[in-house]
């Protein structure tokens, strides 16, 4: 978990994804566990994290400027 973390940090700090917000979820996860990531654009969080947190596990969020979500995109394409 901690090399993948760190391999997926330095790529996401350069997208902008603070290193605080990765490390905090390499913490979360233990080994064999897996993460899901979602980007979500048309619903506030104070709607989404509560729905998300009756599945279980630990819902970490951050937010991303216009300029590093469409970084992000073009990263995952």
């Known amino acids: 978990v901690g090399a993948g973390a ?5 790529r ?3 997208i902008g994804i603070k290193d605080d917000f990765m ?3 390499a913490e979360a996860m233990a080994p ?4 899901l ?3 979500v654009r048309k619903v506030t969080a104070d709607k989404v ?3 998300m947190a009756k599945l279980g596990g ?3 969020r951050t ?3 216009d300029e590093a979500e469409a970084r992000l995109r073009a990263g995952l394409a």
């Open 63 to 65: 937010n991303l400027s």
């Open 37 to 39: 990531c979602l980007l």
């Open 49 to 51: 994290v509560p729905e």
């Open 32 to 35: 064999g566990q897996a993460a």
């Open 6 to 10: 760190g391999a997926l940090s330095g």
């Open 58 to 60: 630990t819902v970490l």
């Open 23 to 25: 490390k905090q979820a």
């Open 12 to 14: 996401f700090t350069d």
